[in-house]
């Protein structure tokens, strides 16, 4: 509907300026008056995280992966949040499913490694950093992540 897409426009107007709260709000009216609109969920979910409203996050995205299973980004984005809560169990279980689905996804790699070496699960760790050259580009992650297997393999 016109309405729905006006509401959209608006809360992602809000959404580039950082306003996050309305951006948040006007991506719900619009999945109210649009309710096949079952992505809006992600947006939801993005503003909620930007917010550092972590556990909001993870209901949002798990609402997207109940319409989308295999939509990885909602899977890593709730390892991610797990991750700011400072549950690395879970944070590890939701970096895994997401590397289930795409095991090129170089980012997990580096967060499944970084949560496994917070876990004093250093073999782990260096392996999940390992997986993550073999995938990566971003070249100051790429040196980052040298130097943590570096230190970590020290360590044994």
Same mark, same amino acid.
């Given at each position: 509907? &016109?309405? $729905?897409?006006?509401?959209? &426009?608006? $809360?992602?107007?809000?959404?580039d300026q950082g306003n996050f709260a309305n951006a948040a709000t006007y991506y719900a009216k619009t999945l109210e008056a649009a309710p096949d609109r079952k992505m809006l969920n992600y947006e939801i979910a993005e503003c909620m995280f930007s917010?550092?409203?972590?556990n909001?996050?993870?209901?949002?995205y798990l609402e997207?992966?109940?319409a989308f299973p295999d939509h990885k980004m909602a899977h890593f984005r709730i390892g991610r949040a797990y991750n700011e809560l400072r549950k690395l169990d879970q944070a590890v279980t939701w970096y895994e499913k997401t590397l289930a689905?795409?095991?090129n996804f170089a980012e997990a790699w580096m967060y499944l490694g970084y949560a496994n070496k917070e876990k004093f699960k250093y073999q782990k760790a260096i392996q999940a950093f390992?997986?993550?050259?073999?995938?990566a580009t971003n070249k100051r992650d790429i040196e980052m992540v040298k130097?943590?297997?570096?230190?970590?393999k020290s360590l044994q």
């Open positions: 509907s &016109k309405h $729905a897409d006006a509401m959209q &426009k608006l $809360a992602g107007v809000f959404r917010m550092n409203n972590y909001g996050a993870i209901e949002k997207v992966i109940k689905l795409d095991e390992e997986h993550y050259l073999k995938t130097t943590e297997i570096f230190d970590l």
